[in-house]
């Protein structure tokens, strides 16, 4: 309920245990099994508000294993499972969703992964949410190399049928991103830039089993829920 009156594409809750927190994340209709925004966020207000020394790591248990997260000078890094996907065939709704023509499909346990033929072509995808929710999986990531040398790779991601048409940046895709790219480019360590209308920089690190997703953080709103509704 909370999640869907504040109806941000993510909301962390967290529940402390004795060696660390209890984090659940939600979009605005459902719980999901990993987010990495929420995380860095999660960490980073523990740390502001010094609820943890900013020097101590930060220890999450969720659904998808124990999380964790440091600080790295002005970066929050945090060391998530690798995500691998495998080439399956092009859904016969895909094209039509999107309404372009998809280089390469892969699946991991989570999304899609449509690779495109170019920048242009992820920045300018209008894709048809009502179809793409006829696709089950949690999401689908477009992605292409960058042509900026600041950055290695770009991607969006649309998740309709978990109630954020585009999320603004996404850790968890890069799990699998990382790998990707990783493999055609021939680098453990890259820059990706999530093209939505806010956009998001990620690096992220090869730790085999593990990847290390770096990020930032910056309090941009405080405020308090009550248990009085209004009539």
Not at 89 to 112: C, H, I, M, T, W
Not at 139 to 156: A, K, L, N, Y
Not at 166 to 190: F, I, M, Q
């Amino acid at each position: 309920m909370v999640a869907m009156e504040m109806n941000a594409s993510e909301t962390a809750f967290l529940i402390v245990q004795p060696d660390g927190y209890n984090l659940r994340w939600f979009t605005p209709t459902v719980e999901v099994d990993l987010r990495g925004h929420a995380t860095l966020a999660s960490a980073h207000i523990l740390w502001e508000e010094g609820v943890l020394p900013k020097q101590q790591t930060a220890r999450f248990h969720t659904r998808s294993g124990l999380l964790t997260a440091v600080r790295d000078g002005e970066w929050i890094e945090m060391d998530f499972p690798s995500e691998r996907e495998h080439a399956v065939e092009v859904p016969s709704v895909l094209k039509k969703a999107l309404g372009v023509d998809p280089v390469y499909v892969g699946q991991n346990r989570f999304d899609l992964l449509v690779a495109l033929e170019s920048e242009e072509v992820v920045r300018s995808t209008k894709p048809d949410f009502k179809i793409l929710m006829e696709i089950y999986v949690r999401g689908i990531i477009v992605t292409s190399s960058s042509i900026s040398p600041e950055h290695d790779f770009v991607s969006r991601f649309f998740c309709p049928s978990f109630g954020v048409n585009e999320d603004p940046a996404t850790g968890s895709v890069h799990c699998c991103l990382r790998r990707y790219w990783g493999v055609k480019l021939n680098k453990k360590e890259l820059i990706g830039y999530q093209a939505s209308s806010r956009g998001g920089v990620i690096r992220v690190r090869d730790e085999g089993e593990k990847v290390k997703l770096l990020g930032q953080a910056v309090t941009v709103l405080q405020g308090e829920l009550t248990d009085r509704a209004a009539y």
